[in-house]
C-alpha cells in the first residue's frame, strides 16, 4: 500500500511539474514553491517514521508520510473536475481587466 501511495505521488507531483514548467519563468516558480515545503515536510515526517521508538508510533508517522504522498495525486484528480466546473460558469474577468474596459467605456448620464 505504501508502495502504491509513493508512486501516485510521484506521479501526481510529475503531473503537477509538466504543468507548471509550461507556464514558463512565473511556473517555475509556483512549482519551486509547491516543491520545496513539500521536500522538507516528507523528509521530516520520513525521519520522524523512522525514528519512531514503539510500534504505534511508527506506524502513525507512516499513515502521515502515505497521506503527503497522495496528495499530489489528489491534487492532480481534481484538476479536471474544477476546470469542467469553471468552463460551466465561465471565466470571471479579472479585477484589473474590468476596471480597464470600464475606463475605455464611454460613460452615459
Not at 19 to 24: N, P, R, S, V
Request: charged share 15%.
Amino acid at each position: 500500500m505504501r508502495v502504491a501511495a509513493h508512486l501516485a505521488g510521484t506521479a501526481g507531483l510529475v503531473w503537477i511539474a509538466v504543468a507548471f514548467l509550461g507556464e514558463g519563468t512565473a511556473g517555475r516558480r509556483l512549482l519551486l514553491a509547491h516543491l520545496v515545503p513539500y521536500a522538507v515536510t516528507y523528509a521530516v515526517t520520513a525521519v520522524r517514521a523512522a525514528r519512531a521508538g514503539g510500534a504505534w508510533a511508527r506506524e502513525e508517522w507512516s499513515l502521515h508520510l502515505t497521506a503527503l504522498c497522495l496528495a499530489p495525486a489528489f491534487s492532480a484528480l481534481t484538476v479536471p473536475v474544477l476546470e469542467r466546473t469553471w468552463a460551466s460558469t465561465g471565466p470571471r474577468p479579472s479585477s484589473r481587466a474590468s476596471a480597464s474596459a470600464a475606463a475605455r467605456s464611454p460613460t452615459r448620464p
